[in-house]
């Protein structure tokens, strides 16, 4: 075999994985089809580390937010990765949402979450005195992070590991051989050559789905549908009204969770992400100024000193999903395909939020696994 074990993606989640399996095992390569990691929605997020209040016990997506959100901190201050845990407040702004926030509350608690604080209202005017919430859900270990210089320092140990990390190369296909894979790729020039390799790892966000059925593993549920979120940027000097991570209660099937307040690491404040379904899947990120009115309207429901000229559009990312419009949430697909014929192919479909913060969790989970 060429390489022991070959990782395809070098998004957050890719990378994560690569440092980690690179630490104890040689011949670990990653094939990324950009020139540089983190191109698409590794790049185009919100940067929230997540405390991981939402999601259902005993889910991945709970398990690894979890535990990743400890592990993400631990990692920022070891390599002194910019972070800031800033905190979030869950705000309810008519009666039925309080009850709404008290049953967020019981998830986090089952989740292992309990450094939540429910707030009153005249508690949340003290903290935000800008904002208006009847009552709120406060999360002091939410925080953000500096996206770019986390895949920064998971690319840096991974090379030092003895890594290699394989840009402008696109997987075109994969055939299983006698132990192991055989994948076909295109270089730069359009000039395509293959490798085998021992084990693959495909953590290819938006295109794993065409990964896993490259091989020939086709299924109906794991179907990746593009869901756009856009953002708009709220225009100094009111960017500096709002201190911490605000958000509107959540949607009843967590398609999204509504648009919110994200602070970054420069100061700025966006407001979003929306959810768009894309009619097809492509890599459209562009901002529609037809949406800032919808944008203005939910956000003022929480930001009384809003305007509708404070906005300006900003930047999009796309989820890929699993989870078809207005079907109950999905988790995370997270397999070593063994049962299907395909043993040493592990499938990472449908890494959406709360990916990001789950990345180091789920790289050791994939470390294990492959062991
Ligand atoms: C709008 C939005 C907001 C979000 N906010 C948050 C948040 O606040 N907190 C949080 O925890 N998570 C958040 N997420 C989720 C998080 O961004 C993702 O879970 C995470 O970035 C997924 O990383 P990835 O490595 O799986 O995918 P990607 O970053 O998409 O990386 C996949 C890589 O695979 C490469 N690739 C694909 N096909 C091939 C091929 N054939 N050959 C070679 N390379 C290939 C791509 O070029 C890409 O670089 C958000 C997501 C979105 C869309």
């Known amino acids: 075999m060429d390489a022991e074990i070959t990782v395809i993606g070098a998004g957050v989640i890719g990378l994560a994985i690569a440092e980690k399996v690179s630490g104890s095992t040689a ?12 191109q698409e929605t590794s790049s185009r997020n919100s940067e929230v580390i997540h405390a991981g209040l939402y999601y259902p016990q005993g889910s991945l997506k709970a398990r690894f937010c979890v535990e990743g959100k400890n592990l993400l901190y631990e990692y920022c201050r070891k390599y002194e990765i910019p972070f800031d845990i800033c905190g979030k407040l869950i705000v309810a702004t008519t009666k039925e949402q309080i009850k709404v926030i008290e049953g967020i509350r019981q998830t986090a608690i089952d989740n292992g979450v309990n450094d939540l604080i429910i707030m009153e209202k005249e508690e949340v005017a ?4 800008n904002i208006f919430a009847l009552k709120a859900l406060y999360s002091p270990s939410t925080g953000i992070v500096d996206t770019h210089s986390l895949m920064k320092r998971f690319e840096i140990n991974t090379l030092n590991n003895g890594g290699q ?7 075109t296909g994969i055939k299983k051989i006698n132990s192991g894979y055989e994948i076909k790729l295109y270089d730069a020039d359009a000039k395509e050559y293959s490798f085998t390799t021992r084990i693959i790892i495909n953590s290819a966000g938006l295109t794993s ?10 299924d109906r549920n794991l179907r990746i549908l593009f869901c756009k979120g856009e953002y708009f940027r709220l225009k100094p000097p009111k960017n500096r009204l709002v201190s911490r991570l605000v958000y509107p209660v959540p949607f009843h099937n967590l398609e999204g969770i509504g648009i919110h307040v994200t602070i970054d690491m420069g100061g700025g404040v966006k407001l979003g992400p929306d959810v768009t379904y894309l009619e097809s899947n492509d890599y459209d990120y562009r901002v529609s100024h037809g949406k800032q009115e919808a944008f203005y309207l939910s956000a003022r429901k929480y930001l009384p000193f809003l305007r ?3 906005l300006a559009p900003d ?8 989870q078809q419009p207005g079907e109950p949430l999905k988790d995370f697909y ?5 049962n299907r014929g395909f043993p040493g192919f592990v499938n990472l479909i449908g890494i959406e939020s709360p990916g990001l913060t789950a990345s180091i969790a789920i790289a050791g989970y ?6």
Do not use: C, Q, W
């Open 126 to 129: 003290e903290m935000e005195p």
């Open 334 to 338: 997270i397999k070593e395909e063994s």
């Open 209 to 218: 789905d065409k990964i896993s059925e490259m091989v020939g593993m086709r």
């Open 308 to 310: 509708f000229e404070d």
């Open 366 to 371: 994939i470390n294990n696994l492959i062991s």
């Open 27 to 38: 011949n670990v390569f990653t094939i990324e089809k950009h020139s540089a990691f983190g």
């Open 315 to 322: 930047m999009a990312g796309i989820r890929p999903k699993i």
């Open 165 to 171: 990390i394989v840009y402008r190369s696109e997987v």
